[in-house]
């Protein structure tokens, strides 16, 4: 059994700057990528941001040179630091991680944590 924690978001003005950390727990035999995905009300889910195994990453246009998210393999766990937010970033986020656990590829998902960006 795979677990994601998802810890940090919460409320903070335009400018301002929060961390979200995502650790992953349990059978995992190889990790090969980890992401932050988000989603604003009304609207679909999107990708923000994602690292692979190599430490290859991706983001959103919408949160390039603001965003940026790195990975501890020691802990397993992801970091996504968010700065210059903008009222725009207010989503729930969800932490994900595709990985191997030792019989199967899947894809696991964090409960999800709220990032609001006041004006």
């Known amino acids: 059994q795979v677990q994601l924690v998802q810890s940090g978001g919460g409320l903070v003005q335009a400018g301002g700057s929060l961390r979200l950390s995502c650790a992953a727990s349990?059978?995992?035999?190889?990790?090969?990528?980890m992401g932050w995905y988000r989603q604003a009300p009304g609207k679909q889910r999107e990708l923000a941001a994602l690292?692979?195994?190599?430490?290859?990453?991706n983001y959103a246009d919408s949160v390039k040179g603001r965003f940026t998210i790195s990975k501890d393999n020691a802990k397993n766990t992801v970091y996504l630091q968010m700065n210059s937010l903008k009222p725009e970033d207010t989503a729930v986020y969800y932490c994900?991680?595709?990985?191997?656990?030792?019989?199967?590829?899947?894809?696991?998902w964090g409960q999800g944590t709220q990032v609001t960006v006041s004006s």
């Open positions: 349990g059978s995992i035999f190889r990790l090969n990528a």
């Open positions: 690292i692979i195994s190599g430490g290859s990453t």
């Open positions: 994900n991680a595709r990985l191997h656990d030792g019989r199967l590829e899947g894809t696991y």
